[in-house]
């Protein structure tokens, strides 16, 4: 499906520049209508903002600042915009259920991986990148330091593996797969198992008209699955991440550790998923 409209996260954060460049570039190459949804709600707060009293008095303030910012943030967001069809709007609460709600109407939502799930120094309160569970929208989680005029797409790594979640990231990414430069398509079985996957997915891209190598790397469990993927982005200069979210219960991912888990507690690149 053609990208024709795209979400945009926005909130009175230090990355909502980069992510507002982002879906700027990314609306004029698609041309593309962007919702740009400011979140006045904070995502995080300080560790040391403890106990109800403080965490609702943090809130409050922190709430009534971000409405202060709007007007800032909406005409940095018009300038941005200029030429591009968009809409602004303002909403309080949960991040992930008003992103969500307005996903449906989407082709692509574009988000920050959370710099709270960094930091031991700030708790996270509503994290974005957990949209992917929330909605059949792909969601686009660019790192936190995201540099705003990177290029998105021209190297992609797919993380494949033959099941739901990666069907529908690599299916929801084929506008970015039909003009990228270089695409691989990369599977991480455990020790002595061959690869029957991957060959497949390069054949089937390839009667799409897309060009794709593909890579086998070995490792033993979900977190390493995870090490693997990243090492091979950076080892083949990848500037997008295709993969599928959560193949796993999130509890389980959670409490095991898994791939999703690994990408998005060291994510370097901009990642597309889908769950």
């Known amino acids: 499906m053609p990208i024709k409209t795209i979400l945009l996260h926005m909130a009175n954060d230090d990355a909502h520049a980069s992510r507002l460049a982002v879906a700027a570039a990314l609306a004029k190459r698609f041309s593309a209508h962007v919702e740009a949804l400011y979140i006045a709600t904070p995502v995080s707060m300080p560790a040391g903002a403890t106990g109800r009293a403080a965490s609702y008095g943090y809130i409050a303030e922190a709430t009534a600042i971000a409405h202060e910012n709007a007007e800032r943030i909406e005409a940095e967001v018009s300038l941005a915009l200029d030429g591009v069809s968009?809409?602004?709007?303002?909403d309080e609460g949960d991040h992930v259920e008003l992103l969500a709600e307005r996903a449906t109407y989407a082709?692509?939502?574009?988000?920050?991986?959370?710099?709270?799930?960094?930091?031991?120094?700030?708790?996270p309160l509503h994290v974005p990148d957990?949209?992917?569970?929330?909605?059949?929208?792909?969601?686009?989680?660019?790192?936190?330091?995201?540099?705003?005029?990177?290029?998105i797409g021209r190297n992609v790594l797919i993380a494949w593996k033959n099941g739901r979640e990666a069907t529908h990231a690599v299916r929801n990414a084929m506008p970015f797969l039909e003009t990228a430069e270089s695409v691989t398509v990369l599977t991480v079985t455990p020790p002595g198992r061959r690869d029957g996957d991957g060959?497949?997915?390069?054949?089937?891209?390839?009667?799409?008209g897309i060009a794709a190598a593909q890579r086998t790397e070995?490792?033993?469990?979900?977190?390493?699955?995870?090490?693997?993927?990243?090492?091979?982005?950076?080892?083949?200069?990848?500037?997008?991440?295709?993969?599928?979210?959560?193949?796993?219960?999130?509890?389980?991912?959670?409490?095991?550790?898994?791939?999703?888990r690994s990408v998005l507690a060291g994510m370097p690149l901009p990642t597309l998923m889908s769950h």
């Open 86 to 90: 968009h809409r602004w709007s303002v």
């Open 107 to 123: 082709d692509l939502a574009i988000v920050a991986q959370s710099a709270a799930e960094r930091s031991g120094e700030r708790v």
């Open 218 to 260: 070995t490792a033993t469990g979900g977190g390493e699955v995870g090490d693997r993927i990243l090492s091979t982005a950076a080892d083949l200069g990848a500037d997008l991440l295709v993969m599928g979210a959560y193949g796993h219960s999130r509890l389980r991912e959670l409490v095991l550790g898994g791939a999703t």
């Open 130 to 151: 957990r949209l992917p569970l929330a909605t059949a929208c792909p969601t686009l989680v660019l790192p936190p330091d995201q540099p705003a005029t990177a290029p």
């Open 199 to 208: 060959p497949a997915l390069v054949d089937w891209l390839a009667r799409h």
